[in-house]
Structures are given as C-alpha cells and as structure tokens.
C-alpha cells in the first residue's frame, strides 16, 4: 500500500493533464479502500493497514507540493480518524505535530504577504493578522485535528508534548504558532486536570511566546496561559 500511494503521488504530479486526472482518479478509488481497510471494524488488519499507510501520508502526502495530492491525503486522514478510531492512539504523536505544521505551511500565500507588506501600518496589519489567526483555527487541517483530541489520551499527549514544545518555539508561521496556541487549549479542556502534570512545560513555552514580535501571536498565547493557569489552581 505504502509503494501504491507513493507511485500515484508521482503520477499525480505528471506534465501531462490526462494522466494527472486519471491518477487522481485512481487515488480517490484507493483512498476509499484503505478507509475501509483500516477501520476498527477489520481488527488487527485495520490496524496493520493503518501502521502501513499513515507514514507516507503524513511524510510526504499532507505536505506535497502538489494541493490535489495534499487534500486527499488530509481527507484520507480525516476519515480514517472516523472508522479507525482508537487503532490510531498510537500514531498520535507524530499525527499531531505533522497537521499543526501543515496549518502554517499551507497558509494562502497572499494573506502573509499582505501583512508582511502592512509592516508600517500596525493597527491594519494587526487586523489582517487576526484574520489570518481564524482562518488557522477554521482550516481543513485544525479540523482533523479537531478529530484527534477525541483519542488523544494523557499518555500520547506526553509522547508527543517536546515535539509540540519544539515547533511552538522553532517555527515562525503564524498559522502553525496559532494552532499550537488553539491546540493546547483544546486539549487542556479534554484531559483537564489530568494535565496537570504537563501544565508547567506548556506554561514555560506559553510565556516564551508572549515575546513574540506579532501582537496577535501575543494575544493567542495570552489566551493559553489563562487556560493553563486555569487548571493549575485545581486541587
């Protein structure tokens, strides 16, 4: 399955229009089948299938640079999450950090350009940025990963907390700063007070970002740590 996927990736990427079509065709077809192939319904099949497939949709298929090949592969994803269910605990750690990435990378191009270009003007940036900050929080991507938190439990979500750490603190997207900042505060609501161990490390990143040279980035993060803070407080 894994050597399919990456072949249509290939064709689907082709000069010619004709077999580009056809290929996405094909992935469509293939994308139902493993859908199928890795529900929860299938046993330990399913989750096989979903072992198998999920690496080189995440590796390759969610950011490509092909926006055919990345929307199948989100909403490959996406589905999978609905009939695999709890066969997917185990991908969470790299299935969360790989969208919270892919929702600044696949940010529209010409919202960050615009504010990059807003430099002089402050309040009109500012409000191009907000823009910018919902249109993260409504993307396709936070959508799935909206879907995760259903099976994200204490342990995946300390698997995966140094990765989460790490992009809240090396990435200079405001998209994917915006979903970490949305992200946490999703989860913290989940696992409530059972986060508590984790709230210091999450605090320590949060306050990092209220350094951060875009107001709005300021803002989201100001929002996180009255989450935290929140929970913290609980006995």
């Not at 529209?108 to 929080?137: F, H, I, N, W």
């Amino acid at each position: 399955m894994q050597e399919l996927w990456s072949q249509l990736f290939r064709v689907m990427d082709d000069f010619h229009e004709g077999t580009r079509l056809a290929a996405e065709g094909t992935a469509r077809t293939f994308s139902k089948i493993c859908i199928v192939a890795s529900s929860s319904q299938q046993g330990k099949s399913g989750q096989r299938v979903a072992s198998s497939i999920l690496p080189i949709l995440l590796s390759t298929g969610v950011t490509h640079t092909v926006a055919e090949v990345r929307n199948l592969c989100i909403k490959t994803i996406s589905d999978m999450i609905d009939t695999s269910g709890e066969l997917l605990i185990p991908h969470m750690p790299e299935l969360v950090p790989c969208f919270l990435r892919a929702t600044g990378e696949l940010e529209v191009s010409k919202l960050s350009y615009l504010s990059t270009r807003l430099g002089a003007e402050a309040e009109t940036q500012e409000l191009v940025d907000t823009m910018r900050a919902e249109a993260a929080k409504q993307h396709y991507t936070m959508e799935t990963l909206n879907k995760c938190i259903r099976h994200i439990d204490y342990n995946s979500f300390t698997v995966m907390t140094p990765t989460i750490l790490d992009i809240m603190k090396t990435y200079v997207n405001l998209g994917t700063k915006i979903a970490c900042a949305h992200f946490i505060c999703l989860v913290s609501i989940k696992l409530g007070k059972e986060m508590q161990p984790l709230i210091g490390k999450y605090m320590h990143g949060s306050f990092g970002q209220l350094k951060d040279r875009n107001p709005t980035v300021r803002k989201y993060y100001a929002t996180t740590i009255g989450h935290l803070v929140g929970l913290a407080k609980v006995n």
